[in-house]
């Protein structure tokens, strides 16, 4: 059974940083691309960051280039997010999702996911 399970949110000033953790489990992840969703109130759920097991690929979406940096610990089967800078507007649940692929894509859609974790609160304070 696959599990996703998140820590490391928390509250923080505006400028703060905060790391993210995603611990795996349940099967080999070598052809899985994993993600970084945020969903604010009101607001549809939309991918941050995205990784390939491997660290071949990576994706940002534009707010966040420049500030958050996502990676893989392959021993600890591990998925991070480093959030440096954070602004009040990343204020948001945080999720973490695995996709199958065999062609190192990665996707945008929160759709393409097959596998969540259960989210973890960011705050940001201005």
């Known amino acids: 059974q696959v599990q996703l399970v998140e820590s490391g949110g928390g509250l923080v000033q505006a400028g703060g940083s905060l790391r993210l953790s995603c611990a795996a489990s349940?099967?080999?992840?070598?052809?899985?691309?994993m993600g970084w969703f945020r969903q604010a109130p009101g607001k549809e759920r939309e991918l941050v960051a995205s990784?390939?097991?491997?660290?071949?690929?990576?994706y940002y979406t534009d707010s966040v280039k420049g500030r958050f940096t996502i990676s893989v610990d392959n021993a600890k089967n591990t998925v991070y997010l480093q959030m440096n800078s954070l602004k009040p507007e990343d204020t948001a649940v945080y999720y973490c999702?695995?996709?199958?692929?065999?062609?190192?894509?990665?996707?945008?859609?929160?759709?393409?996911?097959?596998?969540w974790g259960q989210g973890t609160q960011v705050t940001v304070s201005s």
């Open positions: 990784i390939t097991w491997r660290g071949a690929n990576t």
């Open positions: 999702a695995a996709k199958f692929t065999l062609r190192a894509s990665i996707a945008t859609m929160t759709s393409k996911y097959d596998y």
């Open positions: 349940g099967r080999t992840f070598s052809n899985y691309a």
